[in-house]
């Protein structure tokens, strides 16, 4: 599993660039056309509230209590709120300790589009809440940003209806897009 995702960082490195990453042209044509559709669309048609806004910044304030309990119920909050804007159905958020890790790197969060293997079932995002190596809480902006990236996972599936969902420069520009309509007032550095 860890190393399924330290391959997929590698390919994110290649997509940041600029360039099609090398396993694009070992792609069937159909996925080729699944990967072209996921890079062309950059935002999402989401409008944020005060709701919406103040689910978000709460996320924010719980994550440096260090409660995984409380920063999974927020992280819930928030994914079912966005859902239900979205008009999707909505996904569980699972929230665990310190992060799974191997020489080249750790996990940050994952997406299970049918459950884990070991538990197969509906669609799933899990979030590390602590660094593998100092135990620290992440600082919250990253736990945000874990959450949205494997929530644009979701939604490719289920509200862009892809096939797949891939590391494209667009769905970088989703997960940006996402951030920036939910902690507007965040400074970008973090
Ligand atoms: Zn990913």
């Given at each position: 599993?860890?190393?399924?995702?330290?391959?997929?960082?590698?390919v994110t490195d290649e997509v940041k660039r600029g360039a099609l990453p090398s396993y694009f042209y070992r792609l069937s044509a159909r996925a080729q056309r699944v990967w072209l559709k996921s890079d062309a669309i950059e935002r999402l048609d989401l409008q944020p509230d005060a709701e919406m806004l103040s689910l978000a910044a709460a996320l924010v304030t719980v994550v440096s209590s260090g409660s995984a309990a409380r920063i999974a119920v927020a992280a819930q909050a928030l994914t079912d709120r966005?859902?239900?804007?979205?008009?999707?159905?909505?996904?569980?958020?699972e929230v665990r300790g310190v992060r799974p890790h191997n020489a080249r790197g750790e996990l940050h969060g994952i997406f299970y589009p049918r459950g884990p293997a070991m538990q197969p079932g509906l669609p799933l995002i899990v979030l590390w809440m602590r660094t593998a190596q100092r135990r620290d809480v992440v600082k919250p902006r990253t736990f945000v940003r874990t959450l949205m990236h494997e929530l644009g996972h979701y939604l490719d599936y289920v509200l862009l209806g892809l096939d797949d969902s891939y590391h494209t420069t667009g769905f970088f520009k989703r997960e940006s897009f996402l951030m920036r309509t939910l902690l507007p007032s965040a400074p970008r550095s973090q």
């Open positions: 599993m860890i190393v399924a995702v330290a391959v997929e960082e590698k966005v859902c239900r804007s979205l008009r999707v159905r909505p996904v569980k958020v």
